[in-house]
């Protein structure tokens, strides 16, 4: 399925680039809102409720862009692209970590933008792998995985995960106890094989530590494999 009628927000303080986004996303069937700053966004937020994705630059005027996906993250788990010019480690991983699914740096070609987005619209429209029934991950502190549903549960409360986050764990628990490399699961969750990040894979496993496990800097669900990779371990 297209884009046709997607509401995608582009949050950008440089006129053209975001002008050139929007024009090449409008012909791809996107319904496009532009913010020219992060405060523009989030009243935007506020008053008319979130769009189905966001591109969000992180060298805004005023508010900066880690800080508006933040605020974002609060109440959304739509899939958010960063573009930036900053392309150092620390910058790819605190957007990361902020909330961001994915980091393009600048310059960039429009069809890298168009593909990271349709991924991510594969992403969402993909069914939980239906191998994977309900699944305890953690007796003890009744960590519970229903993939059908769409959702993790300790406890009998829900937990808030990401589309990123969820589609990340339902991959592990399809072979527990079976090791996966950062690449393949670029491959499984990110959907564009060689051409990803491993940084990604790391950041958003911390990220989905913090929500699953007791104590994150002890994990015993989500298990790093040294040199090898990830684990999903159900007690």
């Known amino acids: 399925m297209g884009p046709v009628g997607v509401r995608l927000m582009i949050v950008e303080d440089d006129d053209r680039v975001r002008a050139s986004l929007r024009l090449a996303l409008e ?62 480690t620390h910058d790819v991983v605190a957007a990361l970590e902020a909330g961001a699914d994915d980091y393009v740096t600048k310059p960039f070609e429009i069809k890298e933008i168009t593909a990271r987005l349709r991924a991510l619209r594969r ?14 991950l953690d007796a003890a502190s009744g960590l519970v995985l229903s993939p059908a549903a769409g959702v993790v549960r300790r406890g009998g409360a829900e937990l808030h995960l990401t589309l990123t986050e969820f589609r ?8 527990p106890g079976r090791v996966l490399s950062r690449q393949a699961l670029l491959e499984r969750v990110w959907d564009r094989g060689f051409f990803g990040d491993e940084r990604i894979v790391d950041v958003h496993v911390r990220r989905l530590r913090t929500k699953v496990e007791s104590d994150p800097s002890e994990p015993r669900t989500v298990v790093t494999v040294r040199g090898l990779g990830y684990r999903l371990d159900v007690r």
């Open 27 to 88: 012909d791809e069937g996107y319904s496009i809102t532009e913010a020219p700053d992060a405060e523009t966004a989030l009243e935007s937020v506020r008053r008319s409720g979130p769009p189905e994705m966001m591109v969000v630059d992180l060298m805004l005027g005023g508010m900066d862009g880690f800080t508006c996906i933040r605020q974002v993250r609060r109440d959304s788990d739509l899939p958010i692209i960063v573009v930036s010019a900053r392309a150092d």
């Open 168 to 175: 990340l764990l339902c991959e592990l628990a399809e072979e």
């Open 123 to 136: 992403r969402a429209a993909t069914a939980a792998p239906a191998a994977v029934p309900e699944l305890v």
